[in-house]
């Protein structure tokens, strides 16, 4: 069995907010493995060991650009929080957002061939990455973007630089405009409960049979907690289901069709969602260079 390290568990423990017994106790059962540690702090202690869905690491921005029916989202990232307030930081982001919009590039790699000259480098996104990178010294990358050019309206709503959303909708546009507050507070992952990805539906079961096959009640009882919990989530995860932020006492589906809009689709990017930000041990850096010039 894998030895279980106390940078695990602190790494469990930043994840999930779980008393770090509790970390070590799931890594062990789990025989190291992270994701499954997780799932059983989440059986154990409920939605606080779900925080780590909300919680990003890597530092960047997310840049919008719209012109007509034509829209896209952009994630840029880069080392440090600092950097992502740079000006010229910003400025390249803003640019590529809108060189998406413009030439629909098929991939990040054929995004960073498209022409861009700015700060005397150039002659492509690639080029003005690299020497933006020399020039303020920090690593950054293009990670992701999301185009829409389906004729339809769009709404887009960005939270500072850390997250940003665009709403594909028919009708009003202040009623899309808070559809895209409201997703970027709420995070849901599907429009309806129905287009929830078959994945997390069957993560979001285990964790139920799980917390069910514990609480040691007869299987007919299980069964209707266990589907108690899969209906429960879907509603808090499907968009039109989710309580209005601006109004908790209708749904978001209500308050669309109130406002005769219907929203047929959207994306949320969150700067460094599912990135792991490598954090370095400087008194272990400094015991390594102290040993290196002892053994010079």
Known sequence: MPAVTASMVADLRAKTDAPMMECKKALTEADGDMDKAEEILRVKLGNKAGKAASRVTAEGVIASAMS???????????????????????????????????HNPASVEALGALPLSMESFGPT???????????????????????????????????????????????????????????????????????????LVAKERSVAEAKAAESGKPADIAAKMIEGSIQKYLKEVSLFNQAFVKNDKQTVEQMLKAAGTTVKGFTMFVVGEGIEKKTDDFAAEVAAQVAAAKGA
């Open 68 to 102: 007509g029916s034509e829209g896209a989202l952009v994630e840029v990232n880069c080392e440090t929080d600092f950097v992502s307030k740079n000006d010229l930081f910003l400025s390249f982001c803003n640019q590529v957002a809108e060189l998406v919009v413009k």
């Open 125 to 199: 996104v690639e080029d003005v990455r690299k020497g933006l990178i020399g020039k303020i010294g920090e690593n950054m990358t293009i990670r992701r973007f999301k185009r829409y050019s389906g004729g339809g309206q769009l709404a887009a709503y960005l939270h500072g630089v850390r997250i940003g959303v665009m709403v594909e909708f028919e009708g009003d546009a202040t009623a899309a405009k808070d559809t895209a507050m409201h997703i970027a507070a709420m995070k849901p992952v599907a429009l309806s409960s129905a287009d929830v990805p078959a994945e």
